[in-house]
């Protein structure tokens, strides 16, 4: 699978919705009559500016012909103004709860995201805004933010994200999920054998260190690269749709 799948062809969302003042802080909305789970899916493209939430639409309308309601969000990414951390972090987060207010949409909340739309989706599960959420699913999610940064994965993405390299000696760091331990709520990691761009060890590492035994799990897909995770044309896609189902089972059964 190529870089192709990130220029799509999808239908439009049934609407997009604001969640504050400037002009990419929205979410498009795809709402299937008698969905009873919502979707916030969170998009990748390593955290930077070329790659906006276009190319996740053929995703959510996936999602959507399966019987999800889905919001997928934008947010301040690295090569525009505004776009290092926190303020991608605190985007989602208010996108997120946005979302949890919208009265349009089941209350009842899965996060979705890939790659450093993974990173967020799992960073998203220590913050109040994800209170009470059904879970997690990381697609070949950045979630060993510290790894990707000393792999240099895209030409230093998560050092163009904390604005250095200075974050890599600091003991702590808020952005990273490997730093802020387990989370309250299950997590599905999926990850493709053959991804080239964000290794399988990143996925291994945060189970590793935060994922809890016996709930959290690591999918990982022999034929699978980087981007078949997303493309509801591939085989991965059938993987993705049954770790979405696990968590949102009690809810639409």
């Known amino acids: ?10 239908r439009e969302p049934d609407r997009t919705q604001r969640y504050g003042p400037a002009p990419l802080q929205a979410y498009d909305v795809w709402s299937p009559a008698g969905a009873t789970v919502t979707v ?3 998009h990748g493209g390593f955290w930077r500016a070329e790659w ?3 190319h996740l639409r053929p995703m959510a309308a996936a999602l959507a012909d399966a019987g999800l309601a889905v919001a997928l969000p934008e947010y301040h990414r690295t090569g525009m103004p505004g776009g290092t951390w926190p303020a991608p972090g605190d985007d989602v987060a208010r996108a997120l709860a946005a979302v949890r207010e919208d009265d349009d949409l089941p209350g009842d909340v899965l996060l979705v995201g890939h790659s450093a739309g993974g990173h967020l989706a ?7 805004e994800a209170s ?5 699913v990381s697609l070949a999610g950045c979630l060993d933010l510290r790894m990707v940064g000393r792999l240099g994965l895209d030409d230093g993405a998560a050092h163009a994200l904390m604005g250095g390299t200075d974050w890599l000696d600091t003991p702590s760091v808020g952005a990273d999920p490997c730093d802020l331990g387990p989370v309250p709520v299950p997590v599905r990691l999926v990850h493709g054998r053959h991804d080239e761009l964000v290794p399988l060890a990143v ?9 809890t035994a016996g709930r959290d799990q690591l999918t990982v897909l022999e034929e699978a690269d980087h981007f078949d995770l997303i493309d509801p044309d591939s085989e991965a896609w059938l993987t ?6 696990a968590l949102t089972s009690r809810v639409t059964t």
Not at 132 to 136: D, P, Y
């Open 1 to 10: 699978m190529s870089r192709a799948v990130l220029s799509p062809t999808a």
């Open 40 to 42: 916030v899916l969170v």
């Open 240 to 245: 993705v749709l049954e770790q979405v189902s």
């Open 122 to 128: 799992v960073w998203l599960l220590h913050r109040p």
């Open 52 to 54: 906006d939430r276009q």
């Open 132 to 136: 009470g959420v059904l879970g997690a």
């Open 203 to 211: 996925s291994t590492s945060w189970l590793t260190r935060c994922g």
